[in-house]
Nanobody
Framework: QVQLVESGGGLVQPGGSLRLSCAASGNIVNIREKAWFRQAPGKERELVATILRGDMIKYSDSVKGRFTIAADTAKMASLQMNSLKPEDTAVYYC???????????????WGQGTQVTVSP
């Protein structure tokens, strides 16, 4: 099985910064895609940023220029969030599309989420 554990969330003032991390564990052979999603109260979960096949990076328009996703040594990807706005308040989830050593098709796994609150 695969476990994804997020860390780094918290309360920050508008204009501040936070860095989210996600650690992956399990019998992982390859991580094809690493991504961060978020879900605000009353809204659907949305893609924030993704790294596909190690070098193709994509951001949502709402975070472009403020957030940076980067692969890290814990097998997953961190998310550096700068110039935070109240509308960035949400639960942030890491996601990975993973191939296991036991074989079979790649599958999508989710962390349990970390709360980010941007408020004066």
């Amino acid at each position: 099985q695969v476990q994804l554990v997020e860390s780094g969330g918290g309360l920050v003032q508008p204009g501040g910064s936070l860095r989210l991390s996600c650690a992956a564990s399990g019998n992982i052979v390859n991580i094809r895609e690493k991504a961060w999603f978020r879900q605000a109260p009353g809204k659907e979960r949305e893609l924030v940023a993704t790294i596909l096949r190690g070098d193709m990076i994509k951001y949502s328009d709402s975070v472009k220029g403020r957030f940076t996703i980067a692969a890290d040594t814990a097998k997953m990807a961190s998310l550096q969030m700068n110039s935070l706005k109240p509308e960035d308040t949400a639960v942030y989830y890491c996601n990975a599309v993973v191939t296991l050593s036991s074989g079979g098709p790649a599958k999508s796994y989710w962390g349990q989420g970390t709360q980010v609150t941007v408020s004066p």
